[in-house]
Nanobody
Framework: QVRLVESGGGLVQAGGSLSLSCAAS????????MGWFRQAPGKEREFVAA????????SYADSVKGRFTIARDNAKNTVFLQMNSLKPEDTAIYYC??????????????????WGRGTQVTVSS
């Protein structure tokens, strides 16, 4: 059974930075695309960033381009989300998700089948 555990969330002032990590159990991490999604209170879950299984390509939501960076370390079974220049509208629970087998950096939630429990990010103004 694959498990994903996010960490690194917290409270930060607007303009600040946070780094999120997602640790994955299981030996097949390195052949799956991975993604980050977020959900604010009372709002729909939305795509944030994704990375190809090999790490050779990435994709980002327009709202975070130029501010967030997704990366992975397959040797450590970990995917990261570096968040810079944070805004109050970035406040949400951030979820790590497993994408397709040998998959690309897809923005579609349909491509993701395993989800972590989330980590809270709160950005104050």
């Amino acid at each position: 059974q694959v498990r994903l555990v996010e960490s690194g969330g917290g409270l930060v002032q607007a303009g600040g930075s946070l780094s999120l990590s997602c640790a994955a159990s299981g030996r097949s991490f390195s052949v799956y695309a991975m993604g980050w999604f977020r959900q604010a209170p009372g709002k729909e879950r939305e795509f944030v960033a994704a990375i190809r299984w090999s790490g050779s390509s990435t994709s980002y939501a327009d709202s975070v381009k130029g501010r967030f960076t997704i990366a992975r370390d397959n040797a450590k079974n970990t995917v990261f989300l570096q968040m810079n220049s944070l805004k109050p509208e970035d406040t949400a629970i951030y979820y790590c998700a497993r994408g397709s087998y040998y998959g690309g950096a897809s923005y579609s939630a349909d491509e993701y089948d395993v989800w972590g429990r989330g980590t809270q990010v709160t950005v104050s103004s």
